[in-house]
């Protein structure tokens, strides 16, 4: 099964899959539109398809909003521990459960991305869209958003920013981290608080994200965690899009990528238009982070 065809199945109300087909399967986006409207979560394995992060919340995602489900996670979880067992290496995974309560599994091979994007930082530009129910990840937002994911692939950008009312709250596909320092931007707080200072009175970065008005996503979740547990101080705050420079550090964090460093927003460039080090050591604490901590797919392997 390693190769770079995306693999689909229905599970059936007896627990047992059913391989699916569609007449376009060029993409796990595109898989989806095409199946009923419902609920989705994206993510890759680690321990060569025996492990996911966050794998409990991650299904909890899929099964709140729908109240009467063909299949029970105990089951959702045997199928997908069972499926994975072909694979060699590790697997990008979707799961998708629509309105009706049916589930499908989408697999294909994991494509890491190439060091240059870790080490030399991505762009990414600024878009008035926004999530019609930001806490619910609907499959119906895959088909909104068509037009700014070609919009962004044609021009080479790496990741749309939604924009509401002026501050930028998450990616299309990610969610949204920025890092200030203080005491160099005068005039800019925006928690209305003062500047925290460390023992010897230097203003320290700190890392502000949304809390608002996105999706909580798995990703943002571990990485508030590690960089509380590295001592740096996590805010609730958007960023306005008019106060980009302010921006010390960016980076957008997702299941299948990590931590992936921004380098410019729009044409503002980040920083020193280089990833920082509060995003280099976020990366690296994340990634040992997530190989000891990844949660076992199924109890019984």
Not at 37 to 53: A, C, E, L, N
Request: with cysteine; net charge positive.
């Amino acid at each position: 099964m390693q190769n770079n065809i995306i693999h689909v199945w229905a599970i059936l109300l007896d627990g047992q899959c059913c391989k699916v087909a569609s007449p376009d399967q060029s993409s796990l986006d595109a898989i989806t539109r095409q199946l009923p409207d419902g609920f989705y979560s994206t993510f890759r394995t680690y321990g060569k398809g025996t492990r996911v992060i966050g794998l409990k919340a991650h299904l909890r995602r899929l099964y709140e909003p729908v109240p009467t489900r063909d299949v029970e996670e105990n089951d959702l979880r045997m199928q997908l521990s069972f499926l994975l067992k072909d694979y060699i290496h590790e697997a990008r995974v979707r799961v998708v459960m629509t309105k009706q309560g049916q589930v499908y599994i989408m697999l294909e091979p994991l494509k890491l991305l190439p060091r240059d994007v870790y080490e030399k930082g991505v762009r990414v530009e600024t878009t008035d869209m926004a999530r019609n129910a930001p806490r619910l990840k609907s499959t119906a937002f895959i088909t909104a958003s068509n037009d700014e994911r070609i919009h962004i692939a044609q021009k080479d950008v790496f990741e749309a920013l939604l924009v509401k009312n002026g501050r930028i709250l998450e990616g299309m596909t990610s969610n949204f981290f920025y890092a200030i320092r203080p005491s160099t931007a005068p005039g800019f707080d925006p928690v209305g608080r003062a500047p925290s200072y460390s023992t010897n009175g230097s203003a320290q970065d700190e890392l502000y994200t949304a809390q608002r008005d996105i999706l909580l996503g798995v990703t943002r979740r571990t990485v508030i965690r590690v960089a509380r547990g590295m001592g740096l101080e996590v805010k609730y705050q958007p960023l306005k899009r008019d106060q980009l420079k302010v921006a010390r550090e960016a980076f957008i964090t997702s299941s299948s990528r990590g931590v992936v460093p921004v380098i410019q927003i729009d044409d503002v460039i980040v920083g020193q238009g280089r990833p920082g080090q509060v995003t280099k050591q976020l990366s690296v604490a994340y990634d040992a982070y997530v190989l000891a901590k990844a949660e076992i797919i199924c109890k019984s392997d």
